[in-house]
């Protein structure tokens, strides 16, 4: 069974930063695009960022481009989302995703097969 966990949600005030990890098991880590989304209450959930199996192309959502950075680490089967000047608006439940070989250009959540449980980030103002 593949398994995925996301870490390192918290409550931080607005303008700070957080760093969220991610680890996938139960498949070659390194083989595929790994995603971020995002779900706020009453909202859909929104595609925040993904990066290829190499880590060379990344893409981001306007709303996080400049403040967000995502990276991965494929010795240690992790993925990160390095969330700097952080917002109100940026409070959501945020997921990892295991995508397939590259990233859409989409972000669309229907080209992810393996999913998280979810991390809260709350942003107080």
């Known amino acids: 069974q593949v398994h995925v966990v996301e870490s390192g949600g918290g409550l931080v005030q607005e303008g700070g930063s957080l760093r969220l990890s991610c680890t996938a098991s139960?498949?070659?880590?390194?083989?595929?695009?790994m995603g971020w989304f995002r779900q706020a209450p009453g909202k859909e959930r929104e595609g925040v960022s993904c990066?290829?199996?190499?880590?060379?192309?990344?893409y981001y959502v306007d709303s996080v481009k400049g403040r967000f950075t995502t990276s991965r680490d494929n010795a240690r089967n992790t993925l990160y989302l390095q969330m700097n000047s952080l917002k109100p608006e940026d409070t959501a439940t945020y997921y990892c995703?295991?995508?397939?070989?590259?990233?859409?250009?989409?972000?669309?959540?229907?080209?992810?097969?393996?999913w998280g449980q979810g991390t809260q980030v709350t942003v107080s103002s």
């Open positions: 995703a295991v995508g397939y070989d590259t990233c859409p250009g989409s972000l669309s959540s229907a080209d992810f097969r393996y």
């Open positions: 139960g498949l070659p880590f390194s083989n595929y695009a």
């Open positions: 990066i290829s199996w190499s880590g060379i192309d990344l």
